[in-house]
């Protein structure tokens, strides 16, 4: 598998992994809160004989300077995913977020409905946006403390198993790499935006097709709670990949990547 260098653009001071490959389309990925760029590997390298990729470290993640905002919304970061894609001059993506990322890409979609060709949502994070006050308080204080007390190294090992299926080494270590990039600031305020946004405020708003992918041995945004996303907002349209857990992406890499073709090919957003 190829390497490459992560790239730093002081417009929007975003550091991301771009592979220009064959093609005039753009793929953009969004990482989940635990995660980071480098988590995208397998479709860097795999997808690039069809498009452009770039992936994103998020602001706070890397180097990527943090939003300024204290309590931030899923469109606090996409002001930045869209300096960042104005300085690259990409016009129109195909935007694929995971977990938190796929929080934040419904929030891209629904301000920036021109940009965005095609939406698709990875083991989407709900947020807690609807839910009570003290839920709220431990859902932004939880992760900060996991990382304040272990560190990126070993909160990525104790957490493997409840993000892979497949918790091989190599996928492990992958795991390992991304975690020990996140930065207790960055990580205090995606926690966050997890915390008091919601991503059906964004769903509601685009009248165009989404689709979902999930895991179906996903115990995190379980498959339960992705069919109640499909029943509310009825434009999404939903895709498993079997025997995957969380990271849906890195458990089944070359599933992941036919499905996500098979869906890009399709009609635009």
Same mark, same amino acid.
């Given at each position: 598998?190829?390497? &490459?260098?992560? #790239? /730093?653009?002081?417009?929007?001071?975003?550091?991301?992994?771009? @592979?220009?490959?064959? $093609?005039?389309?753009?793929?953009?990925?969004?990482?989940?809160?635990?995660?980071?760029?480098?988590?995208?590997?397998?479709?860097?390298?795999?997808?690039?004989?069809?498009?452009?990729?770039?992936?994103?470290?998020?602001?706070?993640?890397?180097?990527?300077?943090?939003?300024?905002?204290?309590?931030?919304?899923?469109?606090?970061?996409?002001?930045?995913?869209?300096?960042?894609?104005?300085?690259?001059?990409?016009?129109?993506?195909?935007?694929?977020?995971?977990?938190?990322?796929?929080?934040?890409?419904?929030? &891209?979609?629904? #301000? /920036?409905?021109?940009?965005?060709?095609?939406?698709?949502?990875? @083991?989407?994070?709900? $947020?807690?946006?609807?839910?009570?006050?003290a839920k709220q308080d431990e859902v932004a204080n939880v992760r900060p403390k996991l990382l304040r007390e272990l560190g990126g190294t070993e909160m990525a090992r104790q957490r493997s198993s409840a993000l892979l299926f497949d918790a091989s080494n190599d996928k492990v270590a992958l795991l390992e790499k991304v975690m020990e990039d996140i930065t207790i600031e960055g990580f205090e305020k995606s926690s966050r935006l997890l915390a008091h946004d919601s991503i059906h405020y964004y769903l509601a708003t685009i009248d165009k097709p989404v689709d979902l992918i999930y895991g179906t041995e996903d115990g995190i945004t379980t498959p339960k709670i992705m069919f109640e996303i499909a029943a509310r907002h009825q434009n999404i349209s939903l895709h498993a990949i079997d025997v995957a857990s969380h990271l849906s992406y890195l458990d089944q890499p070359a599933r992941f990547n036919q499905v996500l073709l098979s869906i890009i090919q399709g009609d635009d957003l």
């Open positions: 598998m190829k390497n &490459f260098d992560k #790239e /730093y653009d002081p417009i929007s001071r975003i550091e991301f992994i771009q @592979n220009d490959g064959l $093609g005039e389309e753009t793929i953009v990925f969004l990482h989940g809160i635990s995660s980071g760029s480098d988590s995208w590997s397998n479709q860097i390298n795999a997808l690039a004989t069809n498009a452009s990729v770039l992936a994103w470290n998020a602001p706070g993640y890397g180097n990527s300077k943090q939003v300024e905002q204290e309590v931030p919304t899923a469109l606090d970061y996409s002001q930045r995913l869209l300096a960042l894609l104005e300085s690259k001059n990409i016009d129109r993506i195909y935007l694929v977020g995971h977990s938190l990322g796929a929080l934040i890409a419904a929030g &891209f979609a629904s #301000e /920036y409905p021109g940009k965005v060709k095609k939406l698709i949502l990875v @083991n989407p994070a709900q $947020g807690y946006g609807e839910f009570e006050q």
